[in-house]
Structures are given as structure tokens and as C-alpha cells.
């Protein structure tokens, strides 16, 4: 027997999901956003944290300039209470700079996560994390080096999912 709420909570995550780099972005996003949003984590936040205020160019808004032909590839949704997990792969050409990696022409396929938190039909916590090693790998590139020779590990997020979906 299906539970009608978890079924509308897919029905929110993936709608979200499907959107992104489509011309409906704009207006999903207003629909399924809640006003206070948090996206607590990005899905290549250890990139993006090496490469801040390095003045590498932005990969922008999901990644588009870096990976403008970006296709996600839904795998696997489950949900429990008001959370929703989606498994996906990330399947694109990489054509711009990636947060200090320049254009490979290289073609990729990795894994990412998201956990949502989504409550009277709108999202209110996004958690996303990508298989950054295997993206890595798939370029031919290394973690790219920052003019002050350090490498950036992302923060510990001021919260957390009060439990792991099983």
C-alpha cells in the first residue's frame, strides 16, 4: 500500500530535480522552494571550497558553464516521514572551467546524493554530495592547487538530518 504523503514528497523532490536547466527552473524553484531554503551542503563542496577566492571562473547555477549539456539520470527515490533520498548520476560534457579545472572535452558519469527534507509540499533542507574523486578521476585532473598553496576542506554544517534514512 502506498502512503499518499511520501508519494507527494517524491512527486516534490523529483519535480525539483527534473527542472533544473530547463526554462520552468524559475517558477518550480518559487513553487517548491520554502522562503527559508537551506541548502546545506552542495554536492562538489570539497571543489568548491578549494577553489574559493581563487578567482577561478564561476561553473554556475548547477553546474551549467562548466558542464552545459548536464543530463541527470534518476536512479533511485525513497522516503520516510518528511525526508526524500534521490540517487542519480550526472552524465555531461565538460566544456568550462570546473572550480580551477580548465575544459577537458571529456565526457563524465558520477554519482550524487541528495537528501531533502520537504515539509507541507516544499523543500526546506537540501543536502547533496557527489562522487568528487570519481569526477576527478574521469577528468584526468587533480585537485586544483590554490595560489596559497593550501588545501580548503569543507566546514562542518551548523546542522544536521536528526537521523539517517534506512
Not at 552545459?68 to 540517487?87: C, S, T
Not at 563524465?108 to 533542507?125: P, S, T
Amino acid at each position: 500500500m502506498t502512503n499518499p504523503q511520501l508519494e507527494r514528497n517524491k512527486a516534490v523532490a523529483l519535480r525539483f530535480k527534473k527542472c533544473q536547466g530547463t526554462p520552468q527552473m524559475p517558477q518550480v524553484e518559487k513553487e517548491v522552494l520554502a522562503p527559508n531554503y537551506n541548502r546545506v551542503r552542495g554536492g562538489s563542496l570539497h571543489l568548491a571550497n578549494n577553489g574559493r577566492d581563487q578567482d577561478f571562473p564561476h561553473p554556475g547555477m548547477y553546474l551549467r558553464y562548466a558542464f552545459p549539456d548536464r543530463v541527470d539520470i534518476i536512479e533511485d527515490v525513497i522516503a520516510e516521514g518528511d525526508r526524500v533520498g534521490l540517487l542519480f548520476r550526472l552524465t555531461a560534457t565538460h566544456t568550462g572551467n570546473f572550480f580551477g579545472i580548465a575544459a577537458t572535452g571529456r565526457k563524465v558519469d558520477v554519482y550524487e546524493i541528495a537528501m531533502l527534507r520537504i515539509v507541507d509540499g516544499q523543500m526546506v533542507e537540501g543536502w547533496f554530495m557527489m562522487d568528487e574523486l570519481a569526477l576527478l578521476k574521469q577528468l584526468g585532473a587533480k585537485l586544483p592547487a590554490r595560489s596559497d598553496g593550501r588545501h580548503v576542506a569543507p566546514a562542518l554544517p551548523d546542522t544536521v538530518l536528526p537521523r539517517v534514512m534506512s
